[in-house]
């Protein structure tokens, strides 16, 4: 979704020698840095809705933040049994799913440190 929204900006920089708008398409997301930068964005997304499970949860806002990153596993993993296709390389998809946790417990540390409660 992320990679959808950045395309029309970025696509100036991979138009040269593509003559389509699927090759443009392929030629983007083979690439490296586009591919870092939507894990980047997602990363920041987790992070940010960690932060918001932490805060609908005020009582145990850990628990509700991971409860929040494993729901986001489950739908990112129905994408991935064809639902879906990702136009992501196979090594940013699975980065993907190694970040979610890790960003959504930070976010609700955050919001526990902010609040004055111990994590």
Do not use: D, K
């Not at 998809?93 to 417990?105: A, H, Y």
């Amino acid at each position: 979704m992320v990679g959808y929204l950045l395309s029309p900006f970025l696509q100036h920089f991979y138009a040269l020698g593509t003559s389509t708008h699927t090759e443009l398409y392929q030629a983007m997301f083979s690439s490296v840095g586009v591919n870092m930068l939507v894990l980047l964005i997602a990363a920041g997304g987790y992070f940010l809705g960690g932060y918001l499970a932490a805060s609908l949860g005020p009582t145990r806002p850990i628990a509700h933040a991971l409860l929040s990153g494993v729901i986001c596993i489950v739908i990112g993993a129905a994408g991935y049994l064809g639902v879906v296709s990702s136009p992501l390389l196979p090594w940013a998809q699975v980065m993907g799913f190694l970040l979610t946790i890790p960003c959504v417990l930070a976010g609700a540390a955050w919001y526990s440190r902010s609040r004055g409660q111990e994590v």
